[in-house]
């Protein structure tokens, strides 16, 4: 089990708006910054957001973050095909003293 | 352009040991930390080891504490991991990521290698 909880998958129509939520504790998410990372299939993970809501230079800005308290959230708006992924949510967790990853979530654009 | 290359993956018997190396280019290699995070076929991402641009501060997950050593040779712009007393589960895809500052710990990763296989299996 990994210490972030994400959904396994989530699934929506093109053009549509998704959101994958990330549960954690006050020892990671409630405490230190959420990024999240987008890895397409076969292919290495990208930085996605940032200090829970920072968009890299060259990140769509369909793709938005927020945080509340031990939650953190990812929406992606105006779906796209190529936007089929695996999403995943990370922070520093101060009692492991180490980065912590969400399980991940397959995004399914119908 | 900032580039990452690891290199040194492959098969080994549970129990041995390998190095991975992870070649920098296009950045001031020693003003950034850098990490390991590993991919098990078919699961999610796992954090590894984390390093500071200096060298002088490192970190581990518990799963490879003990049995894995970070290091890095600024002067070659290559950031390696020793790998020893290897087991099956830590057959992965092993990528290395730059960080956005010098400290090593709390920020992100970007960018990331392609990733090298380690298969850990008789």
């Known amino acids: 089990q990994s210490v972030l909880t994400q959904p396994p998958s989530v699934s929506e129509a093109p053009r549509q708006r998704v959101t994958i939520s990330c549960s954690g504790s006050s020892s990671n998410i409630g405490n230190n910054a959420v990024n999240w990372y987008q890895q397409l299939p076969g292919k290495a993970p990208k930085l996605l957001i940032y200090y829970d809501d920072l968009l890299p230079s060259g990140v769509s800005d369909r793709f938005s973050g927020s945080k509340s308290g031990t939650s953190a959230s990812l929406a992606i708006s105006g779906l796209q095909s190529e936007d089929e992924a695996d999403y995943y949510c990370?922070?520093?967790?101060?009692?492991?003293?180490?980065?912590?990853f969400g399980g991940g979530t397959k995004l399914t654009v119908l | 352009e900032v580039q990452l290359v690891e290199s040194g993956g492959g098969l080994v018997q549970p129990g041995g040991s390998l190095r991975l190396s992870c070649a920098a280019s296009g950045f001031t290699f020693s003003s950034y930390a850098m990490s390991w995070v590993r991919q098990a076929p078919g699961k999610g991402l796992e954090w590894v080891s984390a390093i500071s641009g200096s060298g002088g501060s490192t970190y581990y997950a518990d799963s490879v504490k003990g049995r894995f050593t970070i290091s890095r040779d600024n002067s070659k712009n290559t950031l390696y991991l020793q790998m020893n007393s290897l087991r099956a589960e830590d057959t992965a895809v092993y990528y290395c990521a730059k960080g956005p500052s010098a400290v090593a710990g709390a920020d992100w990763f970007d960018p990331w290698g392609q990733g090298t296989l380690v298969t850990v299996s008789s």
């Open positions: 990370a922070a520093w967790d101060d009692s492991l003293n180490g980065q912590v």
